[in-house]
Nanobody, 115 residues
């Protein structure tokens, strides 16, 4: 069973928006810190944003003011709203759930920003 399943990726023009979702099939979802990472071709995976179990958020400088992470604990889901997308945002986006020794990853969803 896949614990994390991302959706919402696709092709979008520069300046456009996308909303990614990550549905979690893990017990006690609310205690997990949730994050979005991305990996562009030929580059290492990088942290985009996290939201702690207490709701504190942190963003990479490259996405501040454009991306927003949120979580809906009753729905076991975390979202990534991406606005003003740029070509350099093109990557596979991965969802991560972390608590103590528990660390889960989704399979990733492709985001392509191109005209």
């Amino acid at each position: 069973q896949k614990q994390l399943v991302e959706s919402g990726g696709g092709l979008v023009q520069p300046g456009g928006s996308l909303r990614l979702s990550c549905a979690a099939s893990i017990s006690s979802f609310s205690i997990y810190d949730m994050g979005w990472y991305r990996q562009a071709p030929g580059k290492q995976r990088e942290l985009v944003t996290i939201i702690t179990r207490g709701g504190i958020t942190n963003y990479a400088d490259s996405v501040k003011g454009r991306f927003t992470i949120s979580r809906d604990n009753p729905k076991n889901t975390v979202y990534l709203q991406m606005n003003s997308l740029k070509s350099e945002d093109t990557a596979v986006y991965y969802c991560n759930a972390h608590y103590g020794a528990n660390d889960f990853w989704g399979q990733g969803t492709q985001v392509t920003v191109s005209s």
